[in-house]
């Protein structure tokens, strides 16, 4: 049985060049990068130092300012409760937007019951924040804006550089969840006027618990109080004996990624692209969510109006997508991501995200699109509002009866 994975945006396959590099760190240079009285700590060391240039190569930043962590929501943590504790007696105000991760959003929950305001801003309905709303919600104890670089459900991209003016404009703090960003599009947080910046490996074709957070050293230098203590690793903001091979990993795959951007990305958008086209030339009723132009090459979010996410997932079961009613947890409740961007509960529940990746071919692509149209299709029929639809009703203005 043929089976695609098309949810490379939840994570991705471990790269063999990326593995290649890795497996010499597991076996026979086994060393902590700490000790530094041995040649075994010495070329540790030395190779967390390589992973750190590849890794600023991406950002565009000092390879001193790349802090080693768990993965991005460690990042995000660092960055939101770190610099929230460290500026705490500047202010007590942090900028953040509806759609974020909730490795965001919870975080800000968290400082809210320490005694922290969280302003979440609303978006357009093609999921986009602007500058002048930043600006807008600024207020003279405004510590830290964190806006998502780009969105992990529908691929929107914000306008970065923007925010970043207005941020340096205001003497504020600016961070960014650049998790789905990272390795797939051009970065330069110099340019972006970006201070600080969550990343993870796994979603580049690295291993899953190893991700990195840039920490800006001037202009201004930004401090953050470590969430971790014990013996003041990484500019003493993540404690901690470092996962080697896995940053040796990262650093490959941060390489790999940066060489071949401009080809991948080229490559997979028009996968994306062919795969909207195969969608919406055989099927009707169908959404596309998110900005079509403002967005990652590799991710394509669509709502299939009249049938159930969860039931579509079931009925193309050979083929790994996400769906707009089950993105957190085991929940069946909407995407809160869908919703902030006005989408009704029909809309929302019925959406999958299909996210393409480096081993994603042509054929993967026409074989999810004829399985799509032979569910949907299928799934129509047995749907009494579809029916109903196509015969003119407006079932906005149904009542039904109870029983």
Not at 93 to 110: F, L, N, S
Not at 120 to 140: H, M, N, W, Y
Not at 168 to 188: M, N, R, S
Not at 304 to 332: D, K, P, R
Request: aromatic share 6%; charged share 25%.
């Amino acid at each position: 049985m043929r089976q695609v994975y098309l949810d490379n945006a939840a994570t991705t396959p471990v790269d063999p060049r990326v593995l290649d590099e890795m497996l010499p760190y597991l076996r026979e240079e086994f060393g902590n990068a700490a000790s530094r009285n041995h040649s075994y700590g010495w070329r540790a060391e030395e190779a967390v130092d390589t992973a750190r240039n590849q890794v600023a190569k991406v950002l565009g930043c000092s390879p001193k300012e790349v802090i080693w962590t768990s993965g991005s929501t460690e990042s995000n943590n660092i960055a939101i409760k770190g610099v929230a504790r460290m500026y705490g007696e500047k202010g007590k105000h942090i900028i953040a937007q509806e759609t974020e991760h909730k490795a965001v959003i919870d975080p800000c929950k968290y400082l809210e019951q320490e005694g922290y305001r969280v302003t979440f801003l609303p978006v357009t309905k093609a999921g986009l924040v602007s500058a002048e709303q930043v600006r807008e919600a600024i207020c003279d104890d405004t510590i830290l804006v964190s806006i998502m670089f780009a969105n992990n459900e529908t691929g929107t991209i914000q306008p970065m550089a923007e925010i970043g003016k207005v941020c340096k404009e205001k003497g504020v703090l600016f961070h960014t969840d650049g998790t789905q960003a990272f390795g797939k599009i051009p970065v330069d947080v110099e340019a972006m006027g970006i201070d600080l910046f969550s990343l993870s490996a796994h979603k580049v074709y690295g291993p899953k618990g190893v991700g990195a957070l840039y920490v800006r050293r001037k202009r201004p230098r930004v401090r953050c109080e470590p969430v971790l203590h014990g013996g003041g690793h990484e500019r003493g903001m993540r404690s901690g004996t470092l996962n080697v091979p896995g940053i040796v990993g990262l650093g490959a795959a941060a390489e790999i990624a940066l060489r071949e951007m401009d080809t991948e990305s080229k490559r997979l958008s028009g996968l994306r692209d062919r795969m909207w086209k195969g969608l919406s030339s055989n099927l009707d009723e169908i959404f596309r969510n998110g900005d079509p132009d403002q967005c990652l090459p590799n991710i394509l979010n669509v709502s299939f109006l009249y049938v159930e996410g969860e039931s579509l997932m079931m009925g193309i079961s050979t083929v790994a997508v996400s769906s707009g009613s089950a993105c957190t947890s085991a929940s069946l409740e909407p995407s809160y991501v869908l919703k902030a961007l006005g989408l009704g509960d029909d809309l929302a529940h019925s959406s999958i995200r299909f996210s393409m990746g480096r081993f994603t071919t042509q054929e993967d692509i026409d074989f999810t699109v004829d399985k799509m149209v032979e569910t949907v299709n299928k799934l129509r029929e047995m749907s009494p509002l579809y029916e109903m639809a196509k015969e003119g009703i407006d079932l906005s203005k149904v009542v039904w009866a109870a029983h």
